[in-house]
């Protein structure tokens, strides 16, 4: 894959890190620094600087570099690099991810204590031996130790509704500066990824300098990890990494779209871009041939010099949106607005937290037709489950509810009953006929190898008395795989039996992934957007799945819960 100018310039810095690890000369390291602020901050086009040989004549890089650059910029790989790399303990550069180690005393440890990978700087630490060398000293020693065992936490990925938060704190912040014309959050979180990597903010401003200044002292910082002109880097609380980019107004929209990503989505745009006499990149568009380069006063004037209407960025994952824009064919995506009730909630009656009219009470505010009440089956023992004669008694309460016009939302009764690990259900035929909604989930014995698994929920599927399988594949985010399951077997079952998947909405679920509803709903397979509350706030969980239904292009007639309350009715009574 060919790197753009940023990438390249990573790579740069990568080899200056290195060969600052070998022991190499000062002006040689200094050149491959001075090489990636220089790619950083170009405003030419870097094809045209190659192709005309102008790149030598920058000052500081030299023939040598600039033929490197061209190797990057066509191959995204160096045979140099990966000499340099070989020429060296392969565990000592992850020792400069350490916060504090640079690679001058990463070199010293290396030479004087024999130090070559993390284990061995551990070791050492805890031996006492780094705080005896010259320079370093206990502290050093304490902030070495701490950063090894920050590290898996600095690594890790974020879920998207943890960060949030930052988002909006940092957003507001940005967006009130005088000098801050506009500022947005692009990367994995505007494309409504699940998890997140890292966060990366655009502004848009003349001023960069006062922008850096107010961003990098933000409570909650821990660690300051760049600060330049036109870039910074922070740490927050947790290990989330923060990047902030200021970019002069008139590149805004160019820089939005680029480090939106994804990088396939870029891909694809630039492959366009060429084929129309321009040449794309993060500071806009630059004529290749005869042609006017066009500027961008919105993101959609992005889109419109390549002939296509804006894109939502949830789509932007290099899965044929383009294709879509160009001929018409972007979906209307749902919104949480288009929906009018769900059916996978709990009551104190099993695990939840609220009463089934504190429940209703919340429904009501929200505006919602109706409200699926489906409390644990009486095998999940652990979460409280109703026993028969307790979900009989919960009908009847819901019944007399209903009766009483308290509310105005229709409460539906329901159980979330267990698929058994034969994948038969866990109520009688006669008990689960009497109920409004019957939602069915996997909760125990997920070690069954794939096939075991993909029939034991096919089978629940193809039950008559069930509607929607609930949590498809049991995964939580960054905590606990998906048992394995063959999705594409169970969504060929729903469509063939005419049920409705969930899209579970709390934010450790969110499964089914988004990957899977395109082909599902093209399948003709009915997704429910539902917030599995365990409480009566978050019924508002729904717009996570929401979040996620949109990257899956789904639109509100491929969502059951989007429908009004008779057609719903109607839809459950059918089995
Ligand atoms: P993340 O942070 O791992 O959740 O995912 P992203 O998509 O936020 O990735 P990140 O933070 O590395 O970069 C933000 C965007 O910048 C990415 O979606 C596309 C753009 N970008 C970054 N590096 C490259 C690159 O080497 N080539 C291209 N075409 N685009 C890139
Ligand atoms: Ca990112
Ligand atoms: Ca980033
Ligand atoms: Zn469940």
């Known amino acids: 894959m060919s790197l753009d100018a940023h990438g390249i310039a990573e790579v740069l810095d990568e080899i200056a890190r290195l060969l600052e690890l070998s022991g190499e000369n000062p002006f040689k390291i200094r050149a491959y620094h001075a090489g990636a602020r220089l790619l950083e901050t ?31 910029r066509k191959d995204g790989r160096l045979d140099f690099l990966d000499r340099l790399r070989a020429s060296l303990p392969p565990g000592l550069p992850a020792i400069l991810g350490i916060p504090g180690m640079g690679p001058k005393k990463t070199r010293r440890l290396w030479q004087e204590l024999g130090v070559v990978d993390l284990a061995g700087l551990q070791a050492a630490c805890e031996q006492g031996k780094v705080a005896e060398l010259k320079g370093f000293g206990e502290k050093t ?20 509704a943890s960060v949030e938060g930052v988002v909006t704190t940092l957003l507001a912040g940005l967006r009130a500066l005088p000098q801050v014309a506009r500022a947005e959050a692009a990367g994995s979180f505007r494309r409504n990824r699940e998890t997140v990597g890292d966060l990366d903010f655009l502004v848009a401003s003349d001023e960069p300098g006062p922008v850096m200044d107010w961003f990098t002292v933000q409570p909650g910082i821990v660690e300051v990890t760049a600060r330049g002109q036109t870039k910074s880097s922070v740490r927050v609380e947790g290990g989330l990494q ?30 366009r871009a060429l084929q129309r006499g321009l040449s794309m990149s993060e500071w806009g568009f630059t004529a290749v041939g005869a042609a006017e380069a066009p500027g961008a006063a919105t993101e959609a004037d992005v889109f419109r010099a390549l002939g296509l209407p804006w894109i939502p960025p949830e789509l932007r994952e290099g899965q044929g949106e383009i294709e879509a824009a160009e001929g018409g064919a972007l979906p209307r995506l749902l919104e949480v607005g288009d929906l009018r009730g769900a059916f996978h909630n709990h009551t104190t009656a ?177 997704c429910s957007i539902n917030p599995d509350a365990h409480h009566a706030d978050h019924l508002a969980y729904v717009r ?22 008779d057609d719903v009715l109607r839809w459950l009574r059918r089995r």
Not at 141 to 160: D, F, T
Not at 244 to 270: C, D, I, W, Y
């Open 141 to 160: 020693q304490a902030a070495i130790l701490a950063g090894i065992r920050n590290r898996e936490a600095y690594g890790k990925r974020h879920l998207w």
């Open 42 to 72: 170009l405003t030419d086009d870097l094809d045209a600087l190659i192709a005309s040989g102008a790149l030598a004549e920058k000052p500081g890089i030299g023939e040598a570099l600039a033929d490197k650059i061209a190797k990057l």
């Open 544 to 565: 996570h799945g929401v979040a996620v239904a949109r990257k899956g292009w789904l639109t509100p007639d491929q969502v059951l819960n989007t429908r009004p309350l």
């Open 242 to 271: 923060v990047d902030l980019r200021v970019v002069p107004p008139a590149q805004f929209f160019f820089a939005l779209h680029h480090f939106t990503g994804s990088k396939e989505h870029n891909v694809a745009m630039r492959q």
């Open 350 to 526: 099993s695990d939840g937290k609220s009463t089934l009219e504190q429940m209703a009470a919340a429904a009501d505010a929200l505006g919602w037709e109706y409200l699926g009440i489906s409390d644990h089956s009486r095998t999940s023992a652990y979460a409280g489950g109703l026993e028969v004669e307790r979900l009989l008694a919960q009908v009847s309460a819901i019944r007399a509810l209903n009766a009483s016009g308290r509310f105005r939302v229709r409460v539906l009764s329901g159980s979330e009953v267990d698929i058994l690990k034969d994948g038969s259900l866990d109520y009688p035929d006669d008990i689960l006929a009497k109920l409004d909604v019957v939602v069915a989930s996997v909760h125990a014995s997920m070690q069954l190898d794939e096939e075991a698994m993909t029939a034991r929920i096919v089978r629940a599927i193809e039950h008559p008395l069930v509607h929607i399988l609930g949590h498809s594949t049991g995964r939580l985010l960054l905590q606990r795989e998906s048992y394995k399951v063959n999705l594409a077997k169970v969504v060929d079952a729903a469509a063939a039996n005419g049920k409705c998947i969930e899209l579970n909405s709390h934010p450790r679920r969110l499964d089914m992934d988004w990957t899977h509803w395109r082909r599902a709903a093209e399948k003709g397979v009915l």
